[in-house]
C-alpha cells in the first residue's frame, strides 16, 4: 500500500506569494495531521481532522495560515502570504483510529526567501 | 497536562556498543498510548512502536527493544549492537485516552553511531 503522500516534496518561494501543501493519506485512514518542524521549535501540530472535518487549528500561527480537507482522500495546508519565518518541513500524517500510530509523509520542505 | 521528556538530546557511541535511549512520561490519565518514531538524516519520520498504558510488558524486536515502566512513567528504548544506519533523532510520544487526541512529542534525542 502506498504511504502518505504529499507534494512538493520542496518548494522555494518569495516573501509574499501563496504556497500551497498537497497531502495524500493512506487510505482507510479518517484522521489527518499537519505538522511543521523546525531546529528551533521542533515538531509542531498545526490542525488536524476527523472524518474530514477540522478538530482543532490551535496550533495554527495565526490566519495566513489555512487548511481543508474537501474529502478523504485529500488535503491542504495554504500560506497567504508567506513569510521568511514560515520556512520549515511540512509533515502531514494520517491514522486509522484515535488511539493507532500515526504514519507520516516524507514532507515539504519550504524556503520562503 | 500531558508531556513527554527526552533528556539526551545527543548521544554518540561507537558501532556494536549497546544504547538507551532515556523517555520519560506525565500524564493524568490512567490510560494512555505511547510511541517512538525514528528521524533518519533523510528526513522523514518512520513509526518504531506503539504500547498501551495496560501492557507493561516489554518488547523486543529484533536488535530493538522498549522497557515500559509504569512506576516510574518511563519508556526506554534500547538498540543492542547498534550500527551506523541506527543514526537518527528517535521521538518518544504519548497520546492520552480521554483527553486530547494530539500526540504530544518529546524534543528527540540525536544519536550518532560511529564506525
Known amino acids: 500500500d502506498a504511504g502518505v503522500i504529499q507534494s512538493p516534496r520542496h518548494e522555494v518561494t518569495e516573501m509574499g506569494q501563496e504556497v500551497t501543501l498537497r497531502c495524500k493519506p493512506i487510505?482507510?485512514?479518517?484522521?489527518l495531521f499537519w505538522y511543521r518542524q523546525t531546529m528551533m521549535r521542533g515538531l509542531e501540530l498545526l490542525i488536524y481532522?476527523?472524518?474530514?472535518?477540522?478538530?482543532?487549528d490551535s496550533g495554527m500561527p495565526e490566519d495566513r495560515f489555512s487548511a481543508k480537507m474537501p474529502n478523504a482522500s485529500f488535503s491542504t495546508l495554504k500560506i497567504q502570504p508567506s513569510e521568511p519565518r514560515d520556512s520549515a518541513v511540512y509533515f502531514c500524517?494520517?491514522?486509522?483510529?484515535?488511539?493507532?500510530?500515526?504514519?507520516f509523509g516524507p514532507g515539504t520542505r519550504l524556503t520562503v526567501t | 497536562a500531558q508531556k513527554v521528556t527526552q533528556a539526551q538530546t545527543e548521544i554518540s557511541v561507537v558501532e556494536k556498543e549497546d544504547v538507551t535511549l532515556d523517555c520519560v512520561y506525565e500524564?493524568?490519565?490512567?490510560?494512555?498510548?505511547l510511541f517512538w518514531y525514528k528521524q533518519p538524516p533523510s528526513g522523514e519520520l518512520v513509526f518504531l512502536i506503539r504500547?498501551?498504558?495496560?501492557?507493561?510488558q516489554n518488547e523486543i524486536s529484533g536488535r530493538y527493544s522498549w522497557n515500559f515502566q509504569k512506576s516510574t512513567s518511563s519508556f526506554n528504548f534500547t538498540i543492542t549492537a547498534s550500527q551506523v544506519v541506527d543514526s537518527a533523532v528517535y521521538f518518544c510520544?504519548?497520546?492520552?485516552?480521554?483527553?486530547?487526541?494530539?500526540?504530544?512529542f518529546g524534543k528527540g534525542t540525536k544519536l550518532t553511531v560511529n564506525p
Open positions: 500524517a494520517s491514522r486509522q483510529g484515535v488511539y493507532y500510530e500515526q504514519y
Open positions: 487510505s482507510g485512514h479518517n484522521s
Open positions: 481532522f476527523n472524518n474530514n472535518v477540522p478538530i482543532d
Open positions: 500524564t493524568r490519565d490512567t490510560t494512555y498510548y
Open positions: 504500547r498501551n498504558s495496560f501492557d507493561e
Open positions: 510520544a504519548l497520546t492520552e485516552a480521554g483527553g486530547s487526541e494530539k500526540l504530544v
